[in-house]
């Protein structure tokens, strides 16, 4: 029996440029792709290759200096055309050029099997790169081979503003989803937790307790969904990952296939018609955009990701992890309004009941201005509404503003990721870059711990 979890805190921002139901795919294929380490939070990435190198599909870019068996991967074969490094020699990212005649997997890769045990199991996952693809909480890093964790939870459904829909995979790839969840069983002596929106499909997996989870974003935060389902406490670790992600793993069991494809929401009020682009990992997002925009002149904003946690981008930019998801805005830089911020326009998005936007249940068009400048942070109780976490966010951000460890401990910061404050940070009246302070507070408990 599918146990059921009704949260009420959070928002649904509705926006313009979702996908209409029905929207065929298309095929972009051919593109280069880049990795970038900072997608893979908790690494520290030492280059395998160098320019010029040829690689094959799933051959190592690069590795964790303190846990070698890490390994992000290449999602194509090709040749590696830069390994562009910034400032002390950080490494920025390594691209790499498709060449089909090289379209192989290394000899490496070995076959599972269900009689495998938990060691195998995790070598595979190890070998193949989709260990990275992997985050565990505490601290959303990658998770380090040497800890089990108390539990997996894979999230079947992404909540976030524009978000793509998997129902796709829960129809099509039953047999890759049982297959995943099943190796994935032998690495947790605890559960292996399949969150859901009402998918009665899911029920039939075995191996993992089914979750439903009902309520608005961010309920399809794998965080918010653990804190909701166990809390995690100091010493434990839980793993997350996404349905995609999943299917990647059963198909690595069932078949012996590195599957690095992904299917990308092309979203926003600046695309002329939103669809579905069926890629590789690491994209670059000029052939996924090329013709795509409703005007080339206007100044957008393209975001990996959505309009909540994704990262800035430009054209000549690169599909960041977790690969789902683009979304375009209007810049808005260039746009002047009579009374600014404090206009009553019917137009503006807004849960504060002043604005009539608040009563109008429509869809909304906003563009990237800030609306308002920096100030001192108000206590006023607001992020209570859109966190369904126990968590006093408050007094969470002040102790990482403070850098006081202990403050932080005691107020949550192992059960907390920065993408589930993005809601608080959207109503925050002092705008301060919510997401930031957390993750600066999650770096230095990292390095307390370390």
């Not at 859109?386 to 966010?393: A, E, G, N, S, T």
Request: aromatic share 8%; with cysteine.
């Amino acid at each position: 029996m599918t146990k059921i979890i009704s949260l009420k805190k959070g928002l649904d921002i509705k926006l313009c440029g979702e996908i209409q139901t029905g929207q065929k795919a298309r095929e972009v294929s051919h593109t280069a792709i880049a990795i970038v380490p900072d997608d893979f939070l908790g690494i520290t990435p030492k280059a395998m290759v160098k320019p010029g190198d040829n690689v094959l599909k799933g051959t190592p870019l690069f590795t964790d200096k303190k846990y070698p068996d890490i390994k992000i991967v290449s999602p194509i074969s090709g040749t590696v055309t830069d390994v562009c490094r910034g400032e002390r020699r950080k490494l920025l990212f390594i691209s790499v050029e498709p060449d089909e005649k090289n379209n192989i997997l290394p000899e490496a890769a070995k076959p599972y099997k269900d009689s495998d045990d938990s060691e195998k199991a995790q070598q595979i996952l190890l070998d193949s790169g989709l260990w990275a693809f992997m985050r565990q909480v505490p601290f959303g890093i990658v998770p380090r081979p040497s800890v089990t964790p108390r539990d997996i939870i894979i999230t079947t459904f992404d909540s976030a503003p524009l978000a793509p829909s998997w129902e796709e995979y829960i129809n099509t790839q039953s047999d890759y989803i049982q297959c995943g969840a099943s190796l994935l069983k032998k690495l947790t002596s605890g559960n292996v937790y399949l969150s859901t929106r009402n998918n009665e499909a899911l029920s039939a997996i075995d191996n993992v307790e089914v979750i439903e989870f009902n309520g608005p974003h961010p309920a399809g935060n794998p965080s918010v969904q653990i804190a909701n389902i166990k809390p995690v406490n100091k010493g434990e670790v839980v793993w997350t990952l996404d349905l995609p992600t999943l299917v990647r793993i059963g198909k690595l069991a069932k078949s012996n296939e590195l599957d690095f494809s992904t299917e990308v929401a092309i979203t926003g009020y600046e695309i002329a018609t939103p669809h579905y682009v069926k890629t590789t990992i690491g994209a670059s997002l000029q052939p996924l955009l090329e013709k795509q925009l409703k005007n080339s002149n206007q100044h957008v904003r393209i975001i990996s990701g959505n309009v909540l946690t994704g990262k800035l981008e430009q054209l000549n930019g690169w599909l960041h992890y977790p690969y789902t998801q683009i979304t375009v805005i209007d810049e808005g830089d260039d746009k002047t309004e009579f009374m600014g911020w404090a206009s009553l326009s019917a137009n503006k998005l807004s849960e504060n009941r002043s604005f009539p936007g608040n009563f109008i249940s429509r869809k909304f068009c906003p563009d990237a201005r800030l609306h308002g400048g920096r100030r001192a942070m108000i206590m006023s109780g607001i992020y209570d509404k859109y966190l369904p976490m126990d968590i006093l966010v408050e007094f969470l951000i002040k102790a990482c503003i403070a850098k006081d460890f202990d403050q932080m401990e005691q107020l949550g910061i192992y059960e907390i990721l920065p993408a589930d404050v993005a809601l608080c940070e959207y109503a925050d009246p002092s705008k301060l870059e919510l997401q930031k302070i957390l993750q600066e507070g999650i770096n230095l408990a990292i390095a307390e711990l370390s």
